[in-house]
């Protein structure tokens, strides 16, 4: 079992910067962030391998959001810069538990974090 608690969302003008952070327990191979608009679907926006670092993003956040792991502190940060009123979303950590691979769907995903609304405003 694998439990996720994230932090660090809130409201933000156009340009600014957020970090939101996921401490998991319980082991994670692979994780990732994904939000969701109003009205809209659960959306993937970054991933990351526990072991090796590797990561992948959307397009939509490439060259603006950085997706880390702190290791010792079982922890998974997603920095986001330059954000835009379309980043406006609740954003959720997510893991794949023993299971290496990155993955860019939810349904990749078996844990879920309760999720933290970020809102931008223009």
């Known amino acids: 079992q694998v439990q996720l608690v994230e932090s660090g969302g809130g409201l933000v003008q156009a340009g600014g910067s957020l970090r939101l952070s996921c401490a998991a327990s319980?082991?994670?191979?692979?994780m990732g962030w994904f939000r969701q608009a109003p009205g809209k679907e659960r959306e993937f926006v970054a991933a990351?391998?526990?072991?090796?670092?590797?990561?992948a993003y959307a397009d939509s956040v490439k060259g603006r959001f950085t997706i880390s792991r702190d290791n010792a502190k079982n922890t998974v940060y997603l920095q986001m810069n330059s954000l835009k009123p379309d980043d406006t979303a609740v954003y959720y950590c997510?893991?794949?538990?023993?299971?290496?691979?990155?993955?860019?769907?939810?349904?990749?995903?078996?844990?879920w974090g309760q999720g933290t609304q970020v809102t931008v405003s223009s």
């Open positions: 319980g082991r994670s191979y692979a």
């Open positions: 990351v391998s526990w072991s090796t670092g590797n990561t």
């Open positions: 997510a893991s794949r538990g023993r299971i290496y691979d990155l993955g860019f769907s939810a349904s990749n995903y078996a844990y």
